[in-house]
């Protein structure tokens, strides 16, 4: 289920407080700043920084 919109625009990274951006593979929050992925659980981000997971930004 996606985010909506009006949710996303809420949401700040927990640990840096900076915007978030939705993925592209799975359902996952991603902070750029922190390098950092919230999951996103049945439509319901975890924002909890222990359960965030490193996020490398793999371009070709």
């Known amino acids: 289920m996606p985010i909506s919109d009006s949710l996303l625009n ?3 990274c927990p640990q840096c407080h900076l915007s978030l951006e939705t ?15 919230y999951p996103v659980c049945e439509g319901i981000p ?6 965030a997971e490193s996020h490398s ?3 070709p």
Not at 46 to 51: G, K, P, Q, S, Y
């Open 10 to 12: 809420i949401l700040v």
């Open 23 to 37: 993925g592209l593979v799975k359902d996952v929050l991603i902070c750029d700043s922190c390098s950092l992925q």
């Open 46 to 51: 975890v924002m909890l920084v222990d359960e």
């Open 57 to 59: 930004d793999q371009k």
